[in-house]
């Protein structure tokens, strides 16, 4: 999470959002026209940023992808009653579906994606604490599809894709 708290436009989300789900590390890769993804994280209530879950996300991606990097992710849940639909409504996983434009190298990296959880501006850097996310405003009030917000950032890694993709999230609540 001290990835995304580093960046002064997300605050607005910690602020006003109900909780989230960060994921520090999540591993991804493929090679032609098949890749994965996958990785576990922690379930926040916010502000108070208190531990009360965990998550694991699992994700299979098809179309040009070659190679592998490292990336953290953060979904903010804008009300109470989103944060309880992806907790609780869980017994199957929840799925969702994306398409994803990205190049890495090493840490530099430049991205943008379009999900069911909401699209995500580009976002260009050379180092995960140097990239500035995009998709927000810092001086406007959050921004949320469907109660949800979802950012990420390169870690590192030598990947090019092209894909479209489906996530799938098993929660287990403290």
């Given at each position: ?9 997300l605050?607005?989300?910690f602020?006003n959002?109900y909780?989230?789900a ?12 098949v890749?994965?993804a996958y990785?576990k994280?922690?379930?926040?209530k916010l502000p108070?940023?208190e ?6 996300l699992?994700?299979?991606s ?13 979904i903010?849940f ?9 907790t609780?409504?869980n ?5 969702e579906f994306?398409a994803?434009?990205?190049?890495v190298?090493?840490?530099?990296a ?8 909401g699209n995500?501006g580009?976002q260009v850097g050379?180092?995960a604490d140097g990239?500035q996310?995009?998709?927000?405003n810092?001086?406007?009030?959050p921004?949320?599809t ?7 950032v390169?870690l ?11 996530q799938?999230f098993?929660v287990?609540?403290?």
């Amino acid at each position: 999470m001290d990835t995304f708290k580093k960046q002064e436009i997300l605050k607005p989300y910690f602020e006003n959002s109900y909780g989230c789900a960060a994921f520090s590390s999540v591993a991804k890769g493929g090679i032609f026209f098949v890749g994965g993804a996958y990785g576990k994280g922690s379930v926040y209530k916010l502000p108070e940023e208190e531990v009360v879950g965990t998550v694991e996300l699992i994700q299979a991606s098809g179309g040009f992808v070659l190679g592998g990097e490292v990336y953290a992710e953060i979904i903010f849940f804008q009300t109470e009653a989103d944060f309880t639909r992806f907790t609780e409504g869980n017994t199957e996983g929840n799925f969702e579906f994306g398409a994803d434009a990205k190049v890495v190298a090493l840490t530099a990296a430049a991205s943008t994606k379009a999900t069911t959880m909401g699209n995500q501006g580009i976002q260009v850097g050379m180092t995960a604490d140097g990239t500035q996310v995009g998709g927000a405003n810092k001086d406007a009030a959050p921004e949320y599809t469907k109660g949800m917000k979802v950012f990420t950032v390169s870690l590192g890694g030598l990947m090019y894709q092209a894909t479209i993709s489906g996530q799938k999230f098993n929660v287990s609540m403290s």
